[in-house]
């Protein structure tokens, strides 16, 4: 993030983003090689490329846009973007910001309801055994989701080849692991 | 000769066959891989897509202990368990405050002595000089090797394969007599982190995956990486469902493939715990291979 840029209190969500990730917007030319090796751009209402654009104009309806975007959530962090990109501009950070601004400002769009209950359902099983419970986090989505019979035609194979531990495994030291959780996510805002 | 070993929840959960066939390889090879004791699950996408400073406390916590416990080389055989290691090091070396902040936030303090290695790296630093002699099935199979995202990038953090047509697991694979084929979605994304949330994207992009190995003759596809593996596998109706068509190419992980090659039994490889059948034909063995295998050119 070579930015030889003198620093200017900026409160754009562009500005946001430099602050807490290094990363600057305004680099990026829009050649378009990220929205083209994305592999979820199909999916996104806007491609990687055009995301920054509406944060380089600094128009707070491009923001908001932003904020709301399905984009952002389809994102897999794949790091393809930052692998092509001739300006080295560092997309997976500022989606990861963009993410959890959206949560904080209560803008996630609707269409990710199923990606953050599932991301939720997994650090609670992290939260309370220190360690993934697969069958746990399955139920805990699946209630959260509403998508009861999802993947129920997979179970009994995954029974058969003994995919599936019944028990969660608990580490001894879950008091600390619930003190990392109090002072990072669980500080600022409730996440439940 | 001991090694740090971090499973992660998916090596003890759905993907044991992946620990299974590391630490069966390790023995092999008179090498005893320890956990970290007490070690917590490194976050994973949950944690970095919702919260910067958990997912850097989380995998911290586990760096913490191994350098506490003494380890310098700790293996790491999930490519996103070592994706989220190698990111954490690097952003607390990095970044003086922040490390500070995260000692303080889990109470521990992580120096920076560990050393990551992912699958590859281990191979490569302590399996791959002594293998030849201990060869006993050539795998002599056209394999697709699949590298995915988290293993070879971002380079910049992982300094590890190149990120367009990566060399490292193809080298090892012709190592054991496979011929590692040309294909062209190598490095590109299995869907990981949607797997559960938005099935149909991770068919999309897993189908093209399998499709493309098939179409250009693989036999067998290799991974490094859990995720990898239960989409291209456990998933495998879905992709059909989508290719329109079925797709019986099995799934190995690398270190399944090179048990194979050393004579440990497919049961202990955990051969039966996958959904596609890995049924391999049984292949005469050839000297003719031998020849091919020596012109074939190493990395750059």
Redesign the interface.
């Known amino acids: 993030m070579s930015d030889n840029h003198n620093h200017i209190v900026d409160n754009s969500l562009a500005g946001k983003v430099k602050e807490?990730t290094g990363v600057l917007a305004a680099r990026c030319y829009q050649c378009g090689k990220c929205s083209a090796g994305c592999?979820?751009s199909e999916?996104m209402d806007y491609p990687p490329s055009l995301i920054m654009r509406m944060l380089q104009t600094g128009d707070p309806k491009d923001e908001e846009l932003v904020l709301r975007s399905k984009s952002i959530w389809?994102c897999?962090?794949?790091?393809?973007c930052?692998?092509r990109c001739p300006m080295e501009v560092?997309i997976?950070p500022m989606m990861?910001?963009l993410?959890?601004e959206s949560?904080k400002q209560n803008k996630a769009n609707p269409a990710s309801k199923?990606?953050i209950?599932?991301?939720?359902a997994?650090?609670d099983?992290?939260k309370q055994t220190?360690?993934?419970y697969?069958l746990g986090l399955?139920l805990d989505?699946k209630v959260r989701?509403m998508k009861l019979m999802?993947?129920m035609?997979?179970v009994p194979?995954?029974l058969a080849?003994?995919?599936?531990?019944f028990l969660p495994?608990l580490?001894?030291?879950r008091r600390?692991?619930k003190?990392?959780?109090q002072?990072?996510?669980d500080k600022k805002e409730e996440?439940k | 000769m001991k090694l740090g070993f971090y499973p992660g929840c998916s090596l003890e959960g759905m993907s044991r066959e992946y620990s299974d066939s590391v630490v069966a390889l390790a023995k092999r090879f008179d090498i005893e891989l320890v956990q970290i004791p007490d070690w917590n699950c490194c976050g994973a996408t949950a944690a970095h897509n919702l919260n910067k400073e958990l997912s850097l406390s989380l995998p911290a916590r586990n760096l913490a202990l191994a350098e506490k416990e003494g380890f310098t080389d700790v293996v790491v055989p999930c490519a996103a368990c070592y994706s989220r290691f190698s990111t954490t090091h690097h952003e607390l070396m990095h970044n003086h405050d922040l490390r500070h902040k995260i000692n303080e936030v889990m109470e521990m303090e992580y120096k920076g002595t560990i050393n990551t290695l992912n699958v590859i790296q281990f191979i490569d630093k302590y399996i791959i000089d002594k293998i030849e002699e201990k060869i006993v099935n050539k795998f002599n199979y056209k394999a697709a090797c699949y590298y995915g995202c988290l293993l070879v990038r971002p380079n910049k953090v992982l300094e590890f394969d190149r990120t367009e047509d990566p060399q490292t697991m193809d080298v090892v694979m012709r190592k054991i007599g496979a011929d590692s084929i040309d294909w062209a979605f190598k490095t590109e994304c299995c869907g990981a982190g949607l797997s559960v949330s938005a099935t149909n994207t991770v068919a999309r992009l897993s189908g093209k995956i399998v499709d493309d190995a098939e179409h250009r003759g693989a036999e067998v596809i290799i991974v490094a990486c859990p995720m990898c593996h239960s989409n291209l596998d456990m998933r495998r109706s879905e992709i059909n469902k989508y290719l329109g068509k079925k797709v019986t190419t099995p799934i190995l992980y690398i270190t399944q493939a090179l048990g194979l090659a050393v004579g440990i039994s497919e049961k202990e490889l955990g051969f039966n715990r996958h959904f596609v059948p890995v049924n391999l034909p049984k292949k005469a063995e050839t000297v003719q291979k031998e020849e091919v295998k020596t012109q074939k050119v190493e990395v750059e």
């Open positions: 807490h592999p979820v999916d389809y897999l962090t794949c790091e393809m930052i692998a560092d997976p990861d910001y993410r959890s949560i199923n990606i209950s599932f991301h939720k997994f650090l099983s992290i220190g360690r993934l697969e399955t989505f989701s999802q993947d035609s997979i194979t995954m080849k003994n995919k599936l531990n495994e580490i001894k030291n600390n692991i003190q990392i959780f002072k990072t996510i996440t």
